[in-house]
């Protein structure tokens, strides 16, 4: 065992968070399938950053035919940044962010649109002065069809 995984082990279990503690974010695993016109929420959650700082959420999604262009949706941090696909729709307060902790947050779509399916990212900006771990991470949603009764 190294001296820092040693170091990190005794910190941890003296319930201290090191200061070189990598970031990880993480979000409910996928893929998630919802039926369309639901009430939709996806979990993230971010550790390993330096305490005391409220952290920032911010929701982006990957459309399958274009999966290297981002679209971004929401921010707990930034009033504006929504693109036009989604603005009217945080806006209305169809799609918004619930804070549940300073290191957690819950991604609301109040009616779930055949348009939402994809890959969904959560990043958290940088609080801590340098960059060590990971910023962001994805999970694929699917909507399937509300079947009408006969």
């Given amino acids: 065992m190294g001296f820092q995984t040693l170091m990190m082990a005794c910190a941890l279990l003296a319930g201290l968070t090191p200061s070189w503690a990598k970031r990880v974010v993480t979000v409910q695993s ?9 009430h939709t929420t996806i979990w993230c959650n971010v550790t390993g950053y330096k305490e005391g700082m409220e952290q920032d959420f911010e929701w982006s999604m990957y459309l399958p035919s274009v999966p290297d262009r981002e679209i971004r949706i929401v921010s707990t941090g930034q009033p504006n940044y929504a693109y036009a696909i989604f ?5 209305s307060k169809e799609i918004w962010v619930e804070r549940l902790s300073a290191d957690a947050a819950l991604l609301h779509i109040t009616k779930l649109e055949a348009k939402d399916q994809g890959v969904f990212e959560c990043y958290t900006p940088n609080t801590d002065g340098q960059f060590l771990g990971s910023y962001s991470a994805r ?7 509300r079947l009408l009764p006969c």
């Fill in 87 to 91: 603005a009217q729709r945080v806006n």
């Fill in 30 to 38: 996928g893929p998630l399938v919802r039926t369309e016109g639901s």
């Fill in 139 to 145: 999970t694929n949603l699917t909507g399937t069809p």
